[in-house]
């Protein structure tokens, strides 16, 4: 590949629409902007959601609700994808060495899905009531 000779794929650059040069262009006149208005004027523009004057819906109605910021770094992990684990003492750190949660993940749970197959004991990871059950019957523990 050289790249003097590079170009772009077929029908990724389109011509530029050129308006007001005359009624065979189809964007002659009014140039694609109907007539009159706000809309159809050099610089005519107004803010997202302003409904001319009128109290705009999202200033109507009520806000509802919690949207927390942080949920979407509280991440989940299977029960059997802690036997893939090397040592035994399991925390947030080594879950993100191993790659079952993210490098920005803020907290970790274990959830019940599919069966562990040795010891392990978890320290500041959260587990579901099955999911501790399933890991304090093959002898470990969990602290939180």
Do not use: W
């Amino acid at each position: 590949m050289r790249l003097n000779t590079i170009k772009s794929a077929v029908g990724a650059k389109r011509a530029a629409r050129r308006v007001g040069r005359g009624v065979g262009s189809g964007l002659g006149k009014t140039c694609g902007r109907g007539h009159k208005g706000q809309k159809s004027r050099a610089g005519g523009f107004h803010k997202v959601g302003f409904e001319g004057g009128q109290m705009p819906i999202y200033r109507r109605l009520p806000k509802r609700g919690f949207i927390s910021l942080t949920r979407a770094r509280n991440e989940e992990v299977r029960l059997d994808a802690l036997s893939a684990a090397p040592q035994e003492e399991i925390d947030l750190l080594v879950l993100k060495q191993l790659g079952l949660v993210s490098e920005n993940a803020l907290s970790a749970k274990v959830i019940l899905s599919g069966e562990i197959t040795r010891k392990v004991i978890l320290k500041g990871v959260g587990a579901t009531k099955g999911a501790r059950a399933a890991i304090e019957a093959m002898g470990g523990s969990v602290a939180e």
